[in-house]
């Protein structure tokens, strides 16, 4: 699976792409709109399942979220810290 990370106005986007497959998924904001998010890292382990972090500024504070697809893409949870 490949992954395809990019940054508009500091929010978090991601699209994934099956080896099987050239068409890539839609890309989802994943962060939170109104925090300047970046230095993201995807990574989708043995079981499928593609993981997302990033930094986020929240009331001032550095925070690490967390937001995980089960579906290959199509949906995402809701960020975490």
């Known amino acids: ?3 395809n990370i990019f940054f508009i106005m500091t929010l ?3 699209g994934l792409c099956h080896s099987q497959q050239v ?3 839609t ?3 994943i962060s ?3 925090h300047h998010s970046g230095s993201a890292q995807v990574v989708v382990n043995e ?3 593609a993981v997302a972090v990033w ?3 929240i ?3 550095d925070v690490i979220r967390e937001s995980h697809s089960t579906d290959g893409g199509a949906s995402w949870s809701p960020p975490r810290n």
């Open 47 to 49: 079981n499928r399942i």
């Open 32 to 34: 939170l709109s109104g």
């Open 23 to 25: 068409i890539w998924s």
């Open 12 to 14: 978090i986007f991601v």
């Open 55 to 57: 930094k986020s500024q």
């Open 1 to 3: 699976m490949v992954k």
């Open 27 to 29: 890309p989802q904001n």
């Open 59 to 61: 009331a001032g504070h």
